[in-house]
C-alpha cells in the first residue's frame, strides 16, 4: 500500500488590531526599547481589545487558510487547536471554532502543550492523516496571552502578545510531513507556569492569581540546549542533512534562542524566518503565525523543506519536518 502523507494546502493567520510598542510600554513600566529590543529582539507586540478572545483570533486564521486551501468547512474532518488561553473551561475552543465556520460534525479538540500547541497539534494531525482515519485537518495555534500578563511585572509583561495561525493539512501521496517529534517534561513546573485553575482554585489576588511566573535565565538555558538536540532528533528522523533545510520557521520567544538554534544548524539568519520583533512571544499561536507571514510574503516556496520547532512550559518541546 502506497505510504500516506499529510502535507499543507496553504496556511492563515490573525493577530489583533491594537499594536503596543516598547515605546508604549516605556510609558507605564521601568523597562526600556533598548533592554527590550537587544535581549530579546522584541519591538512591538498586538493586543487582544476587551471582549476579543481566543476563538476569534482562530477563527479568523482558519477561514483564511480555508479560503487560500480552497477547502469548505464541511470537507474538514478533524479541527485541532493549540492553545493555552482558551476562551472558555468547555467546550474546547476547537468545538467553539468549528460552529463558527460551520464545520459542525467533524471530530475537534484542543491541545494545552503551551508554547508547543501549535506544533503538538500537527504532529498529532498528522498521525491521523498516515493512519487514514482523516483527509483534511484544520491545524490552528492560537492565544491571547495578555489575559495572563501582569502589566505591572516587568520581567514578563514586555515578552508577550496575542495571534493565531492556521494551516490546512491534506491527506497526499507525496511528502508533506517528513517527521514530528513531540517531547515533555513534567519535572521543570516551576521555572514556567501559571499557578491557578480550577481544581487548584483561584487566589484572593488582582486577577484572581492568573499571571504567568517565569524564570526566565534558567528557561532560556533549557531552552537552547533542549532545542539543539531537538533539531539534530528531527533531522535524524527524517534522514536528511541541515544542509538539505530551506528554511528554519521557530518558536518566536527570543531572538537570542533562534540565533542559537539557527548556528546548530549552520543556517544564515537570512534562512530563518522571524516575527519575534513585530508579533513578540504569541505562544502556540507564534510558528503558525510565523509560517503564514513567510508563505504571503512569497520567501517560503513550494517544493521547500522547512524546519519548524517550539519550545514552552511544561516543559514541551517539539519539531516537524516538512515539504511544503
Ligand atoms: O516561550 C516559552 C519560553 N520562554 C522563553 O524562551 C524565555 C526565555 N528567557 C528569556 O528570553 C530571557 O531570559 C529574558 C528575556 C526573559 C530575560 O533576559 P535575561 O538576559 O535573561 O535577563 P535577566 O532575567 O537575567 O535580567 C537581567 C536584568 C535584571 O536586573 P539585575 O538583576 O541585573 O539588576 C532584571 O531585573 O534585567 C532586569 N530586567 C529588566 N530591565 C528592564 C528584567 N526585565 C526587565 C525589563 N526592562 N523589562
Redesign the pocket.
Known amino acids: 500500500m502506497a505510504q500516506i502523507y499529510s502535507r499543507i494546502m496553504a496556511t492563515g493567520s490573525a493577530l489583533p488590531e491594537r499594536v503596543l510598542t516598547n515605546a508604549d510600554l516605556e510609558k507605564f513600566?521601568?523597562?526600556?526599547d533598548e533592554?527590550?529590543h537587544s535581549?530579546?529582539g522584541i519591538r512591538q507586540r498586538h493586543v487582544a481589545a476587551e471582549g476579543e478572545t481566543t476563538g476569534d483570533f482562530a477563527t479568523l486564521a482558519a477561514q483564511r487558510a480555508l479560503d487560500a486551501a480552497g477547502v469548505k468547512p464541511s470537507e474538514l474532518d478533524l479541527i485541532i487547536l493549540g492553545t493555552t488561553t482558551p476562551d472558555i473551561i468547555f467546550p474546547s475552543t476547537a468545538c467553539l471554532v468549528q460552529h463558527r465556520l460551520g464545520a459542525n460534525g467533524c471530530a475537534a479538540f484542543d491541545v494545552n502543550a503551551?508554547?508547543s500547541g501549535f506544533v503538538y497539534a500537527l504532529g498529532i494531525a498528522d498521525k491521523f492523516i498516515r493512519s487514514g482515519q482523516s483527509k483534511k485537518v484544520l491545524v490552528i495555534g492560537a492565544e491571547t496571552l495578555t489575559r495572563m500578563v501582569d502589566w505591572t511585572e516587568?520581567?514578563?509583561?514586555?515578552?508577550f502578545g496575542d495571534g493565531a495561525g492556521a494551516v490546512v493539512l491534506e491527506a497526499s501521496d507525496e511528502p508533506g510531513i517528513y517527521a514530528t517529534c513531540l517531547h515533555a517534561d513534567g519535572g521543570h513546573k516551576e521555572l514556567?507556569y501559571n499557578p491557578v485553575g480550577v481544581s487548584v482554585g483561584f487566589k484572593d489576588e488582582p486577577n484572581h492569581g492568573v499571571r504567568i511566573r517565569?524564570s526566565?535565565?534558567e528557561?532560556?538555558k533549557v531552552?537552547v540546549k533542549t532545542l539543539d538536540s531537538l533539531v539534530e532528533e528531527t533531522l535524524a528522523a527524517a534522514g536528511m542533512e541541515a544542509s538539505q533545510l530551506d528554511w528554519l520557521i521557530p518558536?518566536q520567544?527570543?531572538l537570542?534562542?533562534i540565533e542559537a538554534t539557527a548556528k546548530r544548524l549552520n543556517m544564515p539568519m537570512d534562512q530563518v524566518i522571524v516575527t519575534v520583533d513585530k508579533h513578540a512571544?504569541t505562544?502556540s499561536g507564534?510558528v503558525p503565525l510565523a509560517l503564514d507571514s513567510a508563505v504571503r510574503s512569497g520567501k517560503v516556496k513550494r517544493g521547500q523543506n522547512l524546519l519548524l520547532e517550539a519550545?514552552?512550559?511544561g516543559f514541551t518541546w517539539a519539531s516537524a519536518l516538512l515539504r511544503y
Open positions: 513600566v521601568d523597562t526600556s533592554w527590550i535581549r530579546t503551551a508554547c516587568r520581567e514578563t509583561c514586555v515578552l514556567l517565569m526566565g535565565r528557561v532560556f531552552a518558536h520567544a527570543n537570542r534562542i512571544n505562544s507564534s519550545f514552552g512550559g
